[in-house]
């Protein structure tokens, strides 16, 4: 537990960044499946860009965690 509190002590700045663009990325889903009846073609470019951006932050976030940020 201690190994954890320090971790997100030192990396707290790139965390709520990640953080942030990961819920951009589930807003993006969600307003893409409720434009579905509108415009086929505005459900897929939206759902997918949130799609990419969710797996994308995900897998960034999982890496700062484990490796960390080297500067």
């Given at each position: 537990m201690?190994f954890l509190?320090?971790?997100?002590?030192f990396k707290?700045?790139f965390?709520?960044?990640?953080v942030?663009?990961l819920?951009?990325?589930?807003a993006?889903?969600?307003i893409?499946?409720?434009?579905?009846?509108?415009?086929?073609s505005?459900?897929?470019?939206?759902?997918f860009?949130?799609?990419?951006?969710?797996?994308l932050?995900?897998?960034v976030?999982?890496?700062?965690?484990i490796?960390g940020?080297?500067s």
């Amino acid at each position: 537990m201690d190994f954890l509190k320090t971790m997100i002590e030192f990396k707290w700045p790139f965390l709520l960044i990640e953080v942030v663009f990961l819920f951009v990325g589930i807003a993006l889903i969600v307003i893409g499946i409720k434009t579905r009846k509108k415009s086929k073609s505005t459900f897929l470019i939206i759902t997918f860009l949130g799609i990419a951006i969710t797996l994308l932050l995900s897998w960034v976030l999982f890496w700062t965690l484990i490796v960390g940020y080297n500067s």
